[in-house]
């Protein structure tokens, strides 16, 4: 599904991946996580085509096409997504509309039959509720005056509703509290499926007691230093990162 | 009216400190200006052509021009040939070579002002340029600074000792055609400071200049110019006193700024001229252009400013941002009281790519003062990733003063990032109550409020000043409270 | 550009001669207005260079001598929107003449060329005083006090259908009885070249309640300069939507003056410009009593090749105490070929009050336009969304629903052809 391979990245001029290899298969759960500073955002940034990004060297495969040379836009019809640390307020666009937008975009690249306004508003509050959300959210702003948990969730919203092929979730756990971590949490195992990868970008492993990762990354100065199963995550939490950053300085 | 309010009044009565004559022998022109008056000048500085040749040309130019009228100023109109253009303290020919050759009139004076200019009195390091009327007197820490290859020396000496590097920045920020007043003090400036600091220097001291107006029928035209070179940073600090007379009295100085890339100057000024008595008689008319060119990448201009002083006061230290990464500033207290008018301000015009510029305005008002906030944000189609952020406030107090704002926002590039506000406040008759409920005296709140007001800019004042401007401003609201 | 000394004299001659070939006024009260409006004209300076008040508008645009030229048949009036599920009273006045009137509702009274013409004192603007000078006609609207209109009035200046360059001076005086309740719809109307150089006036009595909707959506070559000067009184309450697309030069100048304690004006305007377009809104705010509130809100996008402009002075009279006025702009430059200029000003001789204004210049935000390109948005829709959403909270403010959808469809359309930077920036 993704194949990440010498990846070197940099910001104004700053390296900040430094030769990042990274292979997910169809039907995994990677979790990638590491010191502040690490990379982790870059790389989920730079898959998704955020700009400010220069790709120095290195190849990123996506269902075998090369995602580098893909707009962002166009990423996102393939299925890719990423839900945000920091979701955008958008005031003036209503929720809905803007889900109904997006979901037409990504349906119609996937020659998909387009939902009709009812089918469309009835799978909406019906995910709405699954995760926990007040419908009357619909109507608001794109997250205009949403509390950090409610932008949390409507990130997770959007993913439920666009199916990606390719989930990546930059730091989605962060700020929730445990009700939210787990509605977060089924909206993630809701969505996986053998067609489907998930890649989560985290600083704690609490996180993975809800999604157990089949793989756990340890990203720390622009590359991957450490790989391993469930167990490393816990490793982790027990040592910190000094002894794995330790090793690479 | 209520009480409050009158004690509000008695607390910003003006009592003008420096307002004393000083008894000395001048040379002066009588008034009128020709081209017979720039000769004469250019003569008595002993000048080269091309800088008679410069001035005469500035002459002719204003000759042609109006005095600008946009301002939010009311004045009667000013009689350009009855003031004096040349006034100097008569002393030895060639100037003081030290400071036992100044007359200690002169000195006692600026004793009067608490200037220090006996070097063994100088603990605080500030080498000190002191104009007198038309002229620089005394310079002191010549030598140290020399040490450190910085010029630090009246104009009319750096045009004779260093001509290369006058003629090469004069008028280069500040064109003689750039305004009327401008134009003015290209023809007639009689001296003022010249500061160069060589590539890569760190100005070992604050540099000061203070400037007096004394003579009686006198303008005031000096001329600053102050060339950073690469990778130099200095800080220059700048006040400024005049006699009590009740005729007004013009000022009309340039300063211009050049900072080379990577180089800084940061600019203060503590004005203090005097503002006229209450009834609106007499004060300086201080028609000031001051500009800065970052001419080169990363290079920063800072204008700090406090102005208590003047009549009029009509002036807007600039910033021109050529150099790609260059950084603007402008930190300013304008507080007028009486019959005071001030019409102050910056520009900021952005050039070059990922320039920043922060202005910072605080006004207070009082009395039937009207204190207005003038300023120019201009963004160059060239200056991608521009940024400017302004902040404007104005405090009033009183109810028969004036608050006035009016920024002009120009902006031609989509990728610049412009932010304005300006708020309005006043010393309530609530917060005083609270205040004195407290057991603060009105006069003690009064001045906590307009220092909390003005803490931003004070901020950014060198130490010395910072204790000067806020003593300052402490005097001029000080006043009986009944 | 600023008119110089020979365009000023040339359009003064214009003037003269357009001024001697008039047809004979209609009634006494346009002999009358016309006097005056030509004593006034005769005694004011033109714009010339250095004039503060056209510093970011071309006067000189309007001071052609060819614009002045009487003009034969103006043909019949341009095609004019109606209101789907409305039926206001409306008035069609075509190149500064009422040619029709329909559905008067009770309380109003439409009455053209008579009634007194009341001239604000020592006003300084020349164009206005050319349209008293040069006037065809003028109408006045009257609503009843205590009145509460069931629908709206309608007011359409509208040009004709012929290419001829040619000016017209529309004048229309709205007088709101005490009490009453108005909903005012205006409309500009027409892309041809023609300068339309209109007078509104509004009084508005104490206690009314006047909720004004200006919209003039067309773009092209239409020369549009209208002068709006309101009065309201004590506890009137008056509002002012508009939404405004640029033209050759479409400048409004709104003044507001609030005479009387505890009135209250509300702004919301919502501007876009493109390709050539210019637009100035020139808004004065007079606090002129104790315990008034204004509230403005400005939002603007300029692109390809376009000028937006704003004036917002708020003026607080000594008297003015415990005033709450605030204006906020905020505008959205697209193009690199565009400029914003904005000119928020505050001149305040109360000390009471409450007075704030804020002005933001930049482009749509780059992580907005990200966020919607992730989620699948072409970069044209994503930036075409955002510009909507922009201008969405003020459109949203319109009280007529079939209006407010007009706007809505207008500016949607607009937005999906805006030609913008190769580059998100």
Redesign the interface.
Known sequence: MLNVSDLHVSVNGKEILKGLTLEVKAGEVHAIMGPNGSGKSTLVGVLAGRPGYEVTAGTVQFKGQDLLSLETEERAREGVFLAFQYPVEIPGVSNMEFLRAAVEAVRGHRQQAPLSAPEFMKLARQTCTELDLDPSFLKRGVNEGFSGGEKKRNEILQMSLLEPALALLDETDSGLDIDALQVVAQGVNRLRSPERAVVMVTHYQRLLNHVVPDQVHVLAEGRIVRSGGRELALELEEKGYGWLTGETA | MTDQNSALEQLVQQRYEAGWVTDIETESLPPGLTEDTVRFISAKKGEPDWLLAWRLQALARWREMGEPSWAHLDYPPIDYQGISYYSAPKSPGDGPKSLDEVDPELLRTYEKLGIPLHEQQMLAGVAVDAVFDSVSVVTTFKKQLAEAGVIFCPISEAVRDHPELVQKYLGTVVPARDNFFAALNSAVFSDGSFVYVPKGVRCPMELSTYFRINAANTGQFERTLIVADEGSHVSYLEGCTAPQRDENQLHAAVVELVALGDAQIKYSTVQNWYPGDEQGRGGIYNFVTKRGLCAGARAKISWTQVETGSAITWKYPSVVLRGDQSVGEFYSVALTRGRQQADTGTKMIHIGKDTKSTIVSKGISAVRSNNSYRGLVRIAPSADGARNHTQCDSLLIGDQCGAHTFPYIESRNPSAIVEHEATTSTVSDEQLFLCQQRGLDAEKAVSMIVNGFCKEVFRELPMEFAVEAGKLLEVSLEGAVG | MRPSAQLQQRFTQAVETRLAALNAPPTPSVAQLRAHGEARFRALELPGR?N?FWKYSPASALMDPDLLVAAGSIGAPVQIPRLPGVTPTRLLIVEGRLVNVENVQPGVTVTPNEGPVEERDGDPRPFVALNAALSEGHVLIHIAAGSRLSAPIELVLAQGESRVARSAMPRVRVVVGAGAEVTLIERQVGTHRVWTNAVLELAIEPEANVAHHRVGLETGQGLWLTALDVDVQELAHYRLLQALAGSALRRNEVDVRLHGSGSDFEMASATFTQGGDHLDNQVAVQHLASDCRSHQTHRSIAANESRTVLNGRIYIA?DA?RTDAQLSTK?L???????????????????????????????I????L??????????R??RS??S??????VVDAFGIQPLGDEVRATLEQAFSHVET?PE??
């Open positions: 250095g503060e000594r105490q505008n430059l697209l193009h690199k070929s565009a400029e914003v200029d904005a000119k928020p000003e505050l001149e305040i001789y109360a000390d009471n009050v409450k007075c704030a204004h804020g002005a933001t210049v930049g482009s935000d780059p992580e907005a990200f966020y919607l390109r992730s989620r699948g948005f072409s970069m829709r994503a969304v955002l909507f959403a922009f201008l969405a909270g930077d998100p920036s």
